[in-house]
């Protein structure tokens, strides 16, 4: 690991003491610190705050999703989605989601949802990876595109233990991009099993 702290001397006994403010596993302690900085300057801008949360649609007609068009999160969501609700179309707006490019080419998916498009909700993410390779969901201006979006966003980034700044500022976090199409679909057994109780009142 990497310690930063003080370092103190007791010259009679000749001990040192280090007084340790911050630790990070080796390697990543400067992307750790630029992670809690920027989480703590958007949490003070209230960018995490509960009140601007966006309810997630019950029925929706067709959902937007930001990510790769290679990678196995689409084909997870749109098989789904295909099981629990097929009514709703999946849109994908395909984006690198890692490198140099990939938080500007979030930004511009969440932007052509909110302009160019008519979904009902946005999901938004990648499968799992080290800290670097999520690292473009940790970016500002992708946050700030999230807490922008008119259109309420699922932020499903990574396996369940990973946390990015993505997650906080979406309108709701998804342990996985499957969960997140769970969340974003009803149950179309579910449905039928109301509806076919609803009827049997209504024939009595």
Known sequence: VIVRGRVSSYEAAGRYQLY???????????????????????????????????????????????????GAVIHDIKTVCARRY??????????????????????????YFNKSSDVDTIIVGRGGGSLEELWAFNKEEVARAVFESKIPIISAVGHETDFTICDFAADMRAATPSAAAEIATPDKVMLEINLNNLQEKIEK
Do not use: M, R, W
């Open 20 to 70: 340790v403010c911050d630790i990070f596993p080796q390697g990543k302690g400067e992307l750790y610190a630029e992670f809690e900085l920027l989480k703590e300057k958007l949490f003070s801008e209230g960018i995490f705050d509960e009140s601007f949360k966006k309810d997630i649609p019950k029925f929706p007609n067709k959902i937007g999703v930001v990510t790769s068009k290679t």
């Open 86 to 111: 097929p009514l709703c179309e999946i849109i994908l707006y395909p984006v690198d989601v890692q490198g140099e490019k990939a938080s500007h080419q979030i930004v511009q998916g969440l932007e």
